[in-house]
């Protein structure tokens, strides 16, 4: 896969992985975050840390399956200190991102976070934005609108 190998931008420096995403190639429902974490940057797996614990854990209280959805991010690699990639780091990963998009062909992305909002759209997919996790795990009023997001979103797959 090409974004193991991925230097258009200078995020790759200093990395351990790219993450490119899991899950599977004909999954409904993909989500898109902002940039992987430290987590996932030892590892390679997307949204294994704190946050992705918690994704998971409201997933499966909701009756959704994390090994049924796609999970990815706008830019495959960590950004320094975690920080909001900038434009061009953005714009050098979004092919890879519009190749997962049209590859997979979900019936519903949801974007996680405000960052997430640069995921191109693509007609035909219905495009959902939550709470980032890290957000509802540290806010009170955001873990339970995150709550309800996810409901809603669990109400809406069953409806597909």
């Not at 796609?70 to 920080?83: E, G």
Request: hydrophobic share 35%.
């Amino acid at each position: 896969m090409q974004i193991y190998g991925c230097k258009k931008c200078r995020l790759w420096q200093g990395t351990k992985h790219a993450v490119p995403g899991e899950g599977p190639l004909n999954a409904k429902v993909m989500f898109v975050g902002q940039n992987p974490g430290a987590d996932e940057n030892e590892v390679g797996r997307p949204f294994i840390g704190r946050a992705g614990k918690f994704l998971s854990k409201t997933l499966a209280e909701n009756g959704i399956k994390r090994e049924d959805i796609f999970i990815t991010n706008i830019v495959k690699h960590v950004s320094p200190k975690n920080r909001k990639p900038f434009d061009d780091e953005v714009k050098a990963c979004l092919p890879y991102l519009i190749t997962q998009i049209k590859t997979i062909k979900p019936e519903i992305i949801v974007l996680l976070g405000a960052s997430a909002k640069e995921t191109p759209r693509i007609e035909g997919i219905e495009y959902i934005q939550v709470i980032h996790p890290s957000a509802a795990m540290r806010f009170t009023k955001m873990g339970e609108r995150f709550r309800q997001q996810i409901a809603e979103l669990a109400k809406r797959i069953q409806q597909n």
